[in-house]
C-alpha cells in the first residue's frame, strides 16, 4: 500500500511539473498520467481491477439518474463525474457552433454600438450582465458565453481581455439568489464531503471581497 501511495504521489508530481513547462498539451499529460496510474498503481501494484472499475465508474452512465437526476442525493459520489464533463463538454460544443454561425460577431457590434466602441462602459456592462445571468443559470455556461464574446470585441477593439474575463468570472461566482452550483463545487463536494460545503456556504456569506477585486480590475483596465 506504501508503494502505491509513493508511485501515485511521484505521477502526480510529475504531471505537475509537466503542466507547468508546457513543453506538451495538457490535455495529453493529464490523459497519460491517468492510464499510466490506473494501469501501475492500481493494477500491477495494488492488482485491483476493482479499483480501476471503481475509478472509471463507466456503469454510471447508464443508470437513470445520470440523464435525470430529480434530486442532489443521485450523484455517483466515487470515480470519475461523467455527468461534469459530459456537461461542461456540451457547453464548449454549443459555444464553438454559436461561433461559428457568428452569433458572437453580431452581438459584438450591437454592443460596441450601444456603449459607442469605448471599452470602460463594456467593462462595466459585462461585469453586470455576468452577475444578472448567473443568477439564472449556472457561472460556467455564463463564463463560456461571455468570455467568447469579450475575445472577439477585444479583438474589435484592441484592447486587453483579461481583466474583464477575470471580473466576469468573480461576478458569475456570486450568483445571487441562485442555488445551482459549479462543476467544480459538485467535485469538491463529491470527494471532500461536508467540510467543502460548509466552505462554501461561508465563501458565499462573506462574498464582499469579490466586488472588491472587481472594482481592483476596473482601475488596472483604465490605467
Known amino acids: ?21 508546457d513543453k506538451i498539451e495538457r490535455h495529453y499529460v493529464t490523459i497519460g498520467c491517468g492510464v499510466l496510474t490506473l494501469i501501475a498503481v492500481f493494477g500491477i501494484v495494488m492488482h485491483s481491477p476493482d479499483a480501476i472499475i471503481e475509478t472509471l465508474n463507466i456503469r454510471s452512465i447508464f ?13 455517483s459520489s466515487s470515480g470519475i463525474n461523467w455527468a461534469t464533463i459530459f456537461f461542461i463538454a456540451g457547453m464548449m460544443v454549443m459555444v464553438e457552433g454559436m461561433a461559428k454561425a457568428g452569433f458572437f ?10 456603449v459607442n466602441y469605448k471599452p470602460i462602459p463594456l467593462f462595466v456592462a459585462f461585469m453586470i450582465m455576468s452577475a444578472f445571468l448567473a443568477m439564472f443559470i449556472d457561472s460556467i455556461t ?31 461566482n456570486l450568483r445571487f439568489g441562485n442555488d445551482v452550483r459549479s462543476p467544480a463545487e459538485y467535485y469538491y463536494r463529491d470527494f471532500a464531503g461536508l467540510f467543502f460545503q460548509r ?25
Open 1 to 21: 500500500m506504501l508503494l502505491a501511495q509513493i508511485l501515485a504521489t511521484a505521477i502526480f508530481v510529475v504531471m505537475f511539473l509537466m503542466i507547468v513547462l
Open 63 to 75: 443508470t437513470l439518474e445520470f440523464w435525470y437526476a430529480a434530486s442532489e442525493s443521485s450523484e
Open 105 to 114: 460577431q453580431w452581438l459584438c457590434m450591437r454592443l460596441a454600438k450601444m
Open 142 to 172: 455564463v463564463i463560456l458565453f461571455l468570455a467568447a464574446v469579450t475575445v472577439e470585441l477585444a479583438k474589435l477593439l484592441k484592447f486587453s481581455p483579461v481583466p474583464m474575463i477575470l471580473s466576469e468570472i468573480f461576478c458569475a
Open 199 to 223: 466552505l462554501f456556504d461561508k465563501y458565499r456569506t462573506h462574498g464582499c471581497s469579490q466586488p472588491c477585486t472587481c472594482c481592483h480590475l476596473f482601475l488596472f483596465c483604465i490605467s
